[in-house]
């Protein structure tokens, strides 16, 4: 009786047809966030990570490779129940890292903007995470794991970076690497803002769902 099976990507659509659902129903309409401020101009001076504190979002590989980082300073926005666990790992390590804890949406949205970088180290397969789109928005470039449907969101070498999930070392070198070239994040911001507007705005979300 179902006409429409909605998906958030092509890779998630690719799994619900591997579980039985009829391929030619299943269509895919990303996330969207709604823009209500300008894109920042970055040059905070840090890189920030946004998202639930847990195994599954990756973030003691992200301290891990810190400890390769010490004078990158790393703003983490969330909550969950590694935080003991890295608030112990912070302390051993001396690392230059702040864990702000939950924050306003409109706060959040000022320390991306802000932002040299943004990370997402998730190492379990991902919906569509709202704070890329979010980073998009305030044209904030993203350096992410190469896994599941993250592929698909972050453009590799265009608006972002990827590493191999787990891979600490390998985080922390694309993070230097980045940050190494900033005439190369100008326009990865300005990339990241473009691709916001083109296919993650309400209004482009509406149409999407309207032809469906």
């Known amino acids: 009786l179902v006409d429409r099976y909605v998906a958030l990507t092509r890779f ?5 047809a591997d579980g039985g659902l009829p391929p030619e129903r299943i269509v895919v309409k990303p996330n969207f966030v709604e823009a209500d401020r300008s894109p920042g101009h970055g040059g905070g001076g840090y890189v920030v990570y946004a998202g639930r504190l847990s195994i599954e979002k990756g973030v003691m590989t992200l301290l891990e490779a810190w400890r390769q980082l010490r004078d ?3 703003l983490v926005v969330g ?8 608030e112990r790992e912070i302390a051993a390590h001396d690392l230059p890292v702040r864990l702000l ?3 306003p949406r409109e706060r959040v949205l000022q320390i991306i903007a802000e932002a040299d970088l943004e990370v997402v180290t998730s190492e379990w397969y991902e919906g569509f995470p709202l704070v890329i789109v979010e980073a998009y928005a305030m044209g904030t470039p993203v350096v992410c794991s190469r896994i599941g449907s993250l592929v698909e969101i972050v453009a ?3 608006t972002g970076f990827m590493y191999e999930p ?8 694309t993070v230097r690497q980045a940050l190494g070239d900033p005439a190369r994040l100008r326009e990865f911001r300005r990339r990241a803002r473009h691709r916001y507007d083109a296919l993650f705005t309400p209004e482009r ?5 309207m032809d469906i």
Request: aromatic share 6%; no cysteine; net charge neutral.
């Open 101 to 103: 804890g939950l924050q």
């Open 79 to 86: 909550e969950g129940p590694l935080r003991g666990a890295m």
């Open 166 to 173: 787990g891979n600490a070392a390998a985080l922390a070198s």
């Open 12 to 16: 998630a659509a690719g799994k619900f």
């Open 156 to 158: 590799d070498g265009e």
């Open 72 to 74: 990158v300073p790393l």
């Open 205 to 209: 979300n509406f149409r999407l769902l």
